[in-house]
């Protein structure tokens, strides 16, 4: 029989995130990470845009976002050799009949992010020479956005983790989970666990490990999102380096697209609901993203070099859920990151810490604005 104090269900940026917190704990729990597949980081967190936006997502997420900024400028030393972030900047591009919305973005977000730009056609057009005059009247622009190094993250998160004494089990999909007067035994892997506390952060499979638990029902939905990859070489339209690209961002979330590695990924912004697996893209939905481009810029595609699509877990108001369960004892949510996780992964985790180790809301946080109401899966709770 194996007993930790701790078991995390889910090796992605959420469960890795809080192991490494965790693991910062001075006379520390045992903990044990599960995950499903061979390696942590197979699903969402592999097949993310990779971008960290302070504009991006609602108000309650900037907050998260903002909070998680200085983690990512300075990570603590022994993180990472490697910086976390490269400087590209976003620009959300309008057409004439999109000018209110442009507004909106520009006003809903100036305050948390001051260093947001209202911009003309020109400005957009001097940073981005492929976009289609026609097709862009206006333009927010984002200069503190950034591309984050996703894999590093994870594993600064992992290596971190394994440092403080967390073991990371991979090939151990949890199968049954009993709590047996507020002491949990799991099946995961062919091998029974033990632990006092139980963590729910299996991403897109959150909602069937809560039905295990006899957990509260929190209403997850994964949705897909599908990106595929473009060689600027082996497209028409484009002259000149797009290295210096920014992210691109329809601001009504149609597509976007940005440089990566000499490459261009670009997505149709899909989110078309799923069961929990492992998701692929439809063509259908890349032939949109394409025709979406293609209006928007003088880039014609001619194949792709790359595709795929993964899970973001949204509950009903696209927060968050992260506290302990009301109704299973030591049964503690950490899903529904949305399109989010990542850039939210230093201030998500905190909180989730601190819960954990019985304190309130990181000072940090509590700066910014975040609230433990907003993650508390009570607030889902139909009563
Ligand atoms: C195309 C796309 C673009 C995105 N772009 C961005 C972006 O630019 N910025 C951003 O911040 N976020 C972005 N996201 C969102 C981000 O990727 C997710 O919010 C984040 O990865 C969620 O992390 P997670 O750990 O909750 O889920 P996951 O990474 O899916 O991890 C959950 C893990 O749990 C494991 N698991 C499931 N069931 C079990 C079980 N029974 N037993 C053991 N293990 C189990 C799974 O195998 C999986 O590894 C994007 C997502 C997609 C798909």
Not at 281 to 309: G, Y
Request: hydrophobic share 40%; proline share 7%.
């Amino acid at each position: 029989m194996n007993s930790f104090d701790i078991v995390i269900i889910g090796g992605g940026i959420a469960g890795a995130s809080l192991a490494w917190r965790l693991a910062q704990e001075p006379g520390k729990r045992s903990i044990v990470l599960l995950e499903a597949e061979d390696h942590p980081g197979h699903h969402a967190t592999g097949r993310s845009a990779a971008f960290f936006s302070e504009s991006y997502g609602n108000e309650a997420i900037r907050t998260l976002t903002i909070a998680s900024r200085d983690f990512f400028y300075s990570p603590p030393e022994t993180f990472s050799e490697t910086p976390l972030l490269e400087p590209c900047g976003a620009l959300f591009i309008a057409r004439e009949d999109q000018l209110v919305a442009l507004e909106e973005h520009y006003q809903s977000t100036r305050a948390l992010a001051p260093n947001i730009e209202k911009q003309t056609r020109a400005f957009a057009l001097s940073r981005v020479p492929v976009l289609n005059p026609d097709a862009v009247a206006a333009c927010v622009f984002e200069p503190d956005s950034q591309a984050i190094n996703v894999h590093e993250l994870l594993q600064g998160y992992l290596r971190g983790a394994r440092r403080g004494g967390v073991e990371v089990w991979p090939r151990h999909k949890v199968t049954a989970l009993e709590n047996r007067d507020g002491h949990w035994r799991l099946t995961a892997g062919g091998e029974t666990i033990e632990a006092g506390l139980v963590v729910n952060a299996a991403g897109a499979w959150a909602g069937q490990i809560g039905t295990l638990a006899g957990a509260l029902d929190i209403g997850l939905e994964p949705l897909r999102r599908s990106v595929c990859v473009i060689d600027p070489a082996k497209a028409d339209g484009i002259e000149g380096d797009i290295s210096g690209w920014p992210l691109v961002l329809d601001v009504d979330e149609a597509f976007y697209f940005k440089p990566s590695g000499g490459m261009i990924w670009l997505s149709p912004a899909d989110e078309d609901p799923s069961p929990p697996c492992d998701a692929a893209p439809d063509e259908l939905i890349l032939a949109q993203a394409v025709d979406r481009l293609e209006r928007a810029t003088s880039i014609r595609v001619r194949r792709f070099e790359h595709k795929w699509a993964g899970l973001r877990s949204f509950v009903a108001d696209r927060m968050p859920v992260v506290g302990f369960d009301p109704l299973q004892e030591g049964f503690f949510w950490l899903a529904g990151q949305g399109g989010y996780g990542i850039q939210t992964s230093p201030a998500v985790s905190e909180v989730a810490a601190e819960l954990i180790r019985g304190c309130g809301l990181p000072p940090a946080c509590a700066k910014t604005g975040v609230t433990l109401e907003a993650l508390d899966p009570r607030r889902l709770q139909v009563i």
